[in-house]
Each structure stands twice: as C-alpha cells, then as structure tokens.
C-alpha cells in the first residue's frame, strides 16, 4: 500500500520578479521533473502579469484557485488520491516595493481553505517582510537574503503542512448572505473530440456594460482563466505521477483594492463529455446597487442580486436536472442575451471580445 501523499509548494516572488521556492512532496522526482517544477510559479502567476497590462491603471489580484478533482471511471480508488488542489496567493504592496507569496497545494483532505489562506495573508507573508527589515537594519551588508528567503519558505511550508487534513467547516467567501450580481455566464465542453467554451453576457453597446467593465479586470482576462487553470493543475499532477484524477476549476477569486470577482463553477461528466457551467459574480456594495438599477432602467433591463446558494443552485439544475439553458441564464441574469455568445476557444473570439466586448468606449 502506498503512503498518502501531499504537494506542498511556497513560493516569494519580489518587485523585480526574483522567485524563490520551497517544495516539499513524499515522493522521489526525477530530475527533469525537479526542473520542470521551478517553472510552475511563473505558469501560475501569467494571467497575473496580464490582468495587469490589459489595464494600466488596475492591478488585479488572483487570490484562489480552486479546482475539484475526480477519477476517471475506468480506474480504481487509490488510497494516493489528492482529494484538494488549490492555489493560494498574497500580495502586499508597501514603501519597499510588492511582493508575493503562493502557495501550491494538493492534499488527500478536503481542506479547508480559509484557515490555511488566513495563515499565508496574516501570519507568514508579513511575517517575512516584517524579517526582512529587521535583519537589515542589524546586519547590514552581512544580511544574505537568500538564506534567509529560504530558511523562511521551510518554515512556510511546515507551517502550512501543520494546518493541512482539516475538514473544510465554512466556503471561503465573501458570506452566505451577502448579495452578488452576476456579469457574465459561461459554458465550457470538452471530450476527445470536442472543446468547445463560451461566453454569454450583455450586449456590447448595453449601458450596463461599462459599469461592469469598471468591476471585472477584462472579459478577455475571465474568459481565458479556467481553461488555462486547468491545463496548469493537469500539468502539476502529472509532475506528482497523479494521472487517475481529472481537475475541474471550483473557484477562482480576484481583487483589486475594494472590488472583488468570483468566478463559480459547476461541472458533470456525461457520456465521456465534461460539461462545465459557470457564473462570473461581482458583490454588492454601497454604489453598485444604485449604478446598476440606473443603468438597468435606462436601458430596460432588470438588474437583480443573489447569494452564492442561488448561483450554484441554477448551475446544478442545467447539469443534474437538464434545465434548459437558455431560461436559466435569463433567470440568472434578465439583461442576458442567451442566444448571442462568445466564443472563448479561439483566437479570433478572444479577439472580438477584447475588441469589442472590453471596449469601454
């Protein structure tokens, strides 16, 4: 029998993109696989570094990422299965310059997620700036970073590991009461032979569409992120030998200042096809109730909140209970158009929606 495993991976990145990491894993990696592992970070944070040239003046966060997990039906359950895989990132901007901290990691628990990001955000991140500071106000030029980056990243990691095989008691959001509008829905396929994504939202010239923009870092940005997710968290697992499993994007969760996106996802597998259905959530707060129901009258449409229960709720009944889509997107959002989508699987369609669907104009 095999011993369960579990990947562990921190990684600090600081102002001028220097990378130090620390991974630790219960089993022998080759040394190509040892070198392909190093590159990790910089494939996670991508769409980072591109949410923020879409648009100088906002610097979007990505917070989580979220993915479940499931065996291919062929295979037998391994007790070397990871039940979580997620990605937890930091950013703190000070005097100084901005640093990250991300931790990659997979774990045969279902995790819960919020203690473990509390940790990196309010504990071990500050913690190595806060170190960081005081070594060289007292050591001077004998103070060696490197060593003590690396000296941190252990203790991250064992830190972390000790936080690890706790059951998860609360979702990490923003609260199971607090109202989100949904700006944008999308609907992903996928089998041997079929790949197939898109977006539905309002249409460009709607006077809604600005003050969504103004919410979002992009739709070319959201439109993009969970294929690409995946395909990173397939990546990683095949690292680790765990080819059994298939991931799915659960969550992913972006900030910039005060604004934050969610992005929820639902999926099913049917006849060897993945169907996968998404919602991109925006939440309430003092001024985006009063902008959107304006706009909304101005333009017609009927602008409405939910909770996180509503949004996942309308994805599992398209999936479990095969309620047409066309009424559950206009449920979700009245403004939609559910028979004009965008195509988010070439680079044509990811051109018109950068071109027309992000033009703010």
Not at 22 to 29: A, E, P, R, T, Y
Not at 82 to 103: R, V
Not at 115 to 123: A, E, F, L, P, T
Request: with cysteine; proline share 3%.
């Amino acid at each position: 029998m095999k011993s369960v495993s579990s990947i562990v991976g921190l990684f600090f990145s600081d102002e001028i993109n220097l990378v130090y990491e620390n991974i630790k894993f219960s089993g022998d990696l080759s040394l190509e696989k040892k070198e392909k592992l190093k590159i990790l970070p910089f494939k996670f944070l991508g769409p980072l570094f591109l949410t923020a040239a879409s648009t100088k003046e906002k610097n979007w966060k990505i917070e989580v990422i979220e993915s479940s997990l499931s065996q291919y039906q062929e295979t037998t359950i391994d007790v070397d299965v990871i039940q979580s895989f997620f990605n937890l990132n930091s950013s703190i901007e000070s005097e100084d310059g901005k640093t990250n901290l991300f931790a990659l990691i997979g774990s045969p628990y279902t995790e819960d997620i919020k203690v473990i990001y509390d940790k990196i955000v309010n504990y071990i991140h500050p913690s190595i700036i806060q170190g960081k500071i005081v070594n060289e106000s007292f050591l001077g030029g004998d103070f060696s970073f490197k060593d003590f980056i690396e000296a941190e990243l252990i203790r991250g990691v064992n830190l972390i590991e000790m936080s690890l095989g706790s059951s998860r008691k609360i979702e990490m959001s923003l609260g199971s009461s607090r109202k989100l509008y949904c700006v944008g829905f999308m609907e992903r396929k996928e089998s041997d032979n079929i790949r197939e994504s898109y977006l539905y939202t309002c249409d460009f010239d709607d006077p809604l569409k600005n003050i969504y923009l103004d919410n979002i870092p992009s739709y070319y940005v959201l439109s993009i992120l969970p294929d690409y997710y995946e395909n990173r968290i397939i990546e990683t697992l095949s690292l680790f030998d765990k080819t059994t499993i298939f991931p799915n994007i659960r969550a992913i969760r972006m900030s910039h200042e005060e604004k934050k996106v969610i992005y929820l996802e639902e999926f099913l597998m049917e006849k060897n096809i993945k169907k996968s259905y998404g919602v991109i959530l925006i939440p309430d707060n003092k001024n985006l109730a009063g902008l959107l129901q304006a706009a909304g009258l101005h333009g017609g449409g009927s602008p409405q909140m939910e909770t996180m229960s509503f949004y996942k709720k309308k994805l599992r009944q398209i999936l479990d209970k095969n309620k047409n889509l066309e009424e559950t997107i206009v449920e979700i959002n009245p403004i939609f158009d559910p028979f004009e989508k965008w195509k988010t699987d070439t680079e044509e369609g990811l051109s018109k929606i950068k071109d027309l669907l992000d033009n703010n104009n």
